[in-house]
C-alpha cells in the first residue's frame, strides 16, 4: 500500500551539512514538534542530533541543556 502525504526524514545532522539515513520531506523540531520542511532547515546540534524550527528554539534548547 502506498504511503499519501510528506514523509517524516531520518537525518544525521553534521558540522555545516546533513546526511539523509532515510527519505522524508520533513523533519520535527526538537523544542515544538512543529514539521521542518528541508529545504527551510537551518538550525540544528551536532552534539544532540536535534532540529530546531528556528534561532528562538535553538537557544531555548541550549539554555535548558546549561541548566541540567
Request: charged content about 30%; hydrophobic content about 35%; aromatic content about 8%.
Amino acid at each position: 500500500m502506498l504511503e499519501n502525504g510528506p514523509k517524516e526524514a531520518t537525518i544525521r545532522y553534521l558540522d555545516a551539512d546533513y546526511q539523509i539515513l532515510s527519505n522524508g520531506s520533513f523533519v520535527r523540531c526538537a523544542v515544538t514538534g512543529k514539521p521542518i520542511d528541508l529545504d527551510e532547515l537551518k538550525y540544528w546540534s551536532v552534539e544532540r542530533q536535534e532540529a530546531y524550527i528556528d534561532v528562538h528554539a535553538s537557544l531555548a534548547r541550549e539554555q535548558e541543556s546549561a541548566k541540567a
